[in-house]
């Protein structure tokens, strides 16, 4: 597991570089409590990640680390970087003005009624003909997606003949849409990238970011598998 | 000191709602490790002020804490929030869509030569006058805070036709700018608000941002203002 | 509510010193997503709360803080100073060797058989008579009580006798045993003082670390009695 | 580099298990900003750690991590356990009565006169003669080590003699010294273990702390040579 596309345009993606620790790792940090030490997993130990996890003793879970690269829109890593818990370094668009990309889709959902923050999570996906949407004086139907990608590549121009005319970067870039891909490092304890999963691959949480969420989750059980287990267990009770 | 703005749109402030403690309590709190408390600020106190924060004992700045309020364009909220201290609560667009507002100026700066990053921190300032810069087939020009301003425009009403065909509020506001205000409450300890301000109001770091950082050390200096000469005497050594 | 006892000794207590916030401050914080501010707590507003509290929205608890003064053993200290998310000031044993104090009792708990790490909460509490405890050659009895003050005070004994000879207050300290109160200021904000609550509030926890902890709840349900009532519907679930 | 001795008793040390990350990582995370990866390090990389370091831009050493085993008196695990950037697991005093173990040490530092909380660091080290420092009714004289031992095996016989009578572990531990050796494991990233060291290894720091500290400090200059010669460029000046 090297590195995946999260969505349908060959953009965003998600990938591991580096990790410290296993599911034996954890079970030895928990041991020290009883002062012991096992070099290789028992069933009991299985057991024991399990009670740890469902008993909230998370500080064994904190001595294994991942490190993520992620590319994904600006909308989603405001989400993802609300996490205060995490280590991020990111593309700085007051450094660079190279790569920009953006995201784009034909498939949009509804919005929900009963949540106000929520989309409907069905299969109801529209690309809906819009009028008049970009421009002044214009008056022509185009879907969605066209639009939006038309409205991209008019605020990259806007973006791009504002440095041309000499302003700087850093002031520039306000006029670049939040469908702009970020690039960056991501990296946290297994005790704290499962309680990341656990708060954004749920119901409500929006469908862009539980993709990366649910990435997160397949590395977690390909690298731990027992602690994946544990969670699941716990957060499907 | 109630509320200000911070840049010359009338949009953008940062506002006090609370806080908790004065240079008295973080010389009590301090004071503990001598198992002491004293009524009121002695000279003595505050020459312990002044050795606490030279000395990096910060502990007892953190019993002290300010909560903010502010609405500054989402490429300076981004700045704000990549401090992991403090607690942030923030207007959601996949709540509401109502008070869209948007950062809009007339002074430009030039890219800085030297450092990739920054731009030229003096008088010159400039508006510079753009050539095809929004629509498809257009050839006109425009002075850049007004080409921004038709920008952001259109990206309302790109945001609202999709909002009006159906299109979630979740997805709908990628087409939104970073110009975009974001308005949020923002608390954190004393001694985080003066790390704070050192990293964000110093050469390198955008106007825009170093604004929000000022006011934050006038709040300071008017609520706590030992600690904040404490702060200027360390901080300009 | 000042200060209480939380012990039978007249030594270990806990008091408020100091707060910010209150239940409608936190469905102000709250509302931000909403972009709405009420000037006092409607039906709805405490409902709010309970959905929040349920939901795990912790972030609008986070801008309330409450500052406490604690003098508790060491070893409810440690317990205490664990959780990484509290600020904390402590009188230094390498400052001064003023107002030693230790914890003592006549209410001893036997140990729990099913699990090795608790004891058994119930009205059986023994002060049981021992043998040649303390010193070399000495051969008597006395209650676990007494054995343990005359234990106390030789501790300090030899602590003075150090500190007589010139021995530095940071190295003689190493002989003084963990009954040994410990005086400090704890801050944190509501979001971690209710889960620090939950934790340290529940069967398996040691009993003089959970009158700690039962005490904040009380200051807790005072200053923010909603909050509090969410707080108990949700952990009795 | 596996494990080494901090003291003279071959009791306390501390040992790295585990880490992730190298000079070249941080490189790499920090290029993130630029949007470019290196595979071996280059002169100008060197070059950005030390950069970086001097000017506070720490993210980058964020995304590396060391995981330590340590052994070392409750007074110096205290200090260490204050620091919250770190995950720890301890042997629990309320699991086990096991390998029960205390620091002994023949060389007693004078007080400091000037800093009431510092000892004398230079050679002048004292192992003083006490009179009646241990019992009630006895009169003898012993030196400073010996009456420390003495009263160490004091208490063990009491603790002892409690749970013997059926008393909890977690109530009887209150009578050991705070020269008993806490085992735990201990992971941060590397900014803040340099962090650590930087308050920990210093003038003014207890020498049993300094020792822990200095340790972690060669583990760091093996691991990460290049960010090792940066932090001590920019902390000696």
Redesign the interface.
């Known amino acids: 597991m090297d590195k995946v596309f999260l969505y349908n345009d060959n953009i965003g993606f998600c990938g591991i ?5 296993d599911d034996l ?1 954890i079970v030895n ?2 041991r ?4 012991t030490t096992h070099e290789a997993l028992t069933d009991r130990d299985i057991k024991l990640i399990k009670y740890l996890y469902a008993n ?1 003793h998370t ?2 879970f ?2 294994c ?1 991942i ?1 993520f690269e992620c590319n994904v ?3 989603v890593a ?1 989400q993802h ?2 996490h ?2 995490w ?6 668009r ?3 003005e ?2 920009l990309e953006f ?1 784009t ?1 034909k498939e ?5 009624k009963s949540n ?5 999570h069905d299969d109801i996906l ?1 690309n ?9 004086t ?1 008056d022509w139907t185009t879907r ?1 997606d066209e ?2 990608l ?3 590549q ?2 990259v ?2 973006y791009e ?3 041309d ?7 520039a ?8 891909y970020c ?3 991501a ?1 946290a ?1 297994l005790h704290n990238i499962l309680k990341f999963i656990s ?1 954004r691959d749920k119901p409500g949480a ?1 469908w862009e970011m539980r993709k990366l969420a649910q990435y997160m989750g397949e590395v977690v059980s390909e690298l731990f598998p027992h602690t994946w287990e544990a969670y699941t267990l716990t957060t499907t009770i």
């Open positions: 570089l580096d990790h410290m620790g790792a940090s928990a020290v409590s009883f002062n909230k500080s064994p904190e001595h680390t490190k829109p600006l909308f405001r970087m609300r205060r818990t280590s991020y370094n990111e593309v700085s007051r450094y660079t190279v790569d995201y889709t949009f959902r509804p919005q929900a106000r923050q929520a989309s409907v529209i809906p003909v819009l009028t008049t949407v970009v421009g002044d214009q969605a639009a939006i038309l409205h991209t008019n605020s121009k806007l003949s504002l440095l005319k000499g302003v700087c970067r850093e002031q870039r306000m006029v670049l849409p939040q469908n702009m690039r960056y490092i990296t304890n708060l929006q």
